[in-house]
């Protein structure tokens, strides 16, 4: 009787050998494929609300991974973050900054957005009409600006943002800014700067020839009164209109947010006659032209009411109660308003 070959045997049980390693390969390569495909694409594990990272200058992909974990999140396989990184062709090149983490982010998009740079925009608005006082406030308490005007007086600030002969009052425009964690008060304010410098160099190459303004500045100071006088965006015009008529006849603008501006801290919330009949170089009831400043921030609707004013011939108005103004071309017709919606409420 013969016996099988030793050699035969033996090659076919390394065939077998070999055959289930192949398969045991196939196996796992598909397993960890199917584990990588779903790490890449699920929601992140541990993300129940909404949060973020501030990832520093610097930071690889591994400190990043450990930055989530000490958030709260359960990155996974570190290496999947690394083989995921390879295949977006972004290793090495995510930004720093701060990134919002929204439930249901995936380590595909979250990578793509470290990769473009999307980092949370923060908002600042100045609002229109507020002085720059108010605006300096405001700054000082927005906690994701750098402070770095703390001490700085407003001549020196002004030397740095290169308007070291111009008071602060009024040359910043009124706008929602956006901005990144990192930037600093005094950035947000050479922005605005900026932009109201090219808004009112804009808007004064578009001046009618008689207007009885000499320069944009002084456009700037009546945006800034027509800006207090009405919170109503069809009125500007008519009353931009009323103060460049009194500015071509020689008449006193009579108008009290000058006034109220010129008592500063003694305006106590009314004005009295006493406060009229006071001189101050913003009393427009005691001098006739523009008072020396603006007297707050004015707005693109009231730098254009300046520009393009309303075709009107009234020298008055007055408020009539429920924040409109009756406009009058007399005297006489200016003092039976006043009577009627002033006197009448007293």
């Not at 930055?67 to 390879?86: H, I, K, Q, S, T």
């Not at 949370?120 to 002085?131: A, L, N, P, R, S």
Request: hydrophobic share 40%; charged share 25%; glycine share 8%.
């Amino acid at each position: 009787m013969s016996r099988p070959s030793p050699r035969f045997s033996f090659r076919r049980v390394l065939f077998h050998v070999v055959a289930i390693l192949v398969i045991g390969a196939v196996v796992l390569g598909g397993y960890l494929f199917t584990r990588y495909r779903h790490f890449a694409d699920a929601p992140v594990a541990g993300l129940a609300q909404a949060t973020q990272i501030d990832v520093p200058i610097g930071a690889h992909l591994p400190a990043i991974v450990n930055l989530l974990d000490e958030r709260g999140v359960r990155p996974g396989n570190p290496y999947f973050w690394r083989l995921l990184a390879r295949e977006l062709g972004v290793a090495g090149k995510l930004h720093a900054g701060e990134y919002a983490l929204e439930v249901g982010l995936t380590p595909r998009a979250l990578l793509k957005k470290m990769a473009a740079g999307e980092v949370i925009q923060h908002k600042f608005t100045i609002v229109e009409g507020w002085t720059f006082a108010q605006l300096r406030g405001a700054l000082a308490q927005d906690a994701a600006l750098q402070q770095t005007l703390s001490g700085v007086d407003d001549t020196e600030l002004m030397r740095r943002l290169g308007d070291a002969d111009l008071p602060p009052e009024g040359v910043f425009l009124p706008e929602t800014y956006s901005y990144v964690k990192g930037m600093s008060d005094f950035d947000v304010l050479r922005r605005a700067r900026e932009a109201m410098r090219k808004v009112l160099d804009k808007l004064w190459t578009e001046r009618v020839a008689d207007m009885p303004l000499k320069s944009p500045y002084e456009a700037l100071i009546l945006a800034s009164i027509v800006e207090k006088e009405t919170g109503r965006a069809e009125e500007r015009p008519q009353i931009a209109r009323v103060f460049l008529s009194r500015l071509k006849l020689g008449m006193k603008l009579q108008t009290d947010p000058t006034v109220i501006y010129g008592m500063g801290a003694n305006y106590a919330g009314n004005i009295h006659r006493h406060d009229l009949d006071t001189d101050t170089p913003y009393n427009t009831y005691t001098r006739t032209g523009l008072p020396p400043t603006p007297i707050a921030l004015p707005g693109k609707a009231a730098l254009d009411a300046v520009i393009h004013p309303a075709d009107t011939e009234a020298l008055y108005f007055v408020a009539r109660g429920n924040g409109s103004h009756e406009f009058s071309a007399t005297l006489e017709a200016h003092n039976r308003a006043v009577a009627k919606y002033q006197l009448h409420r007293q």
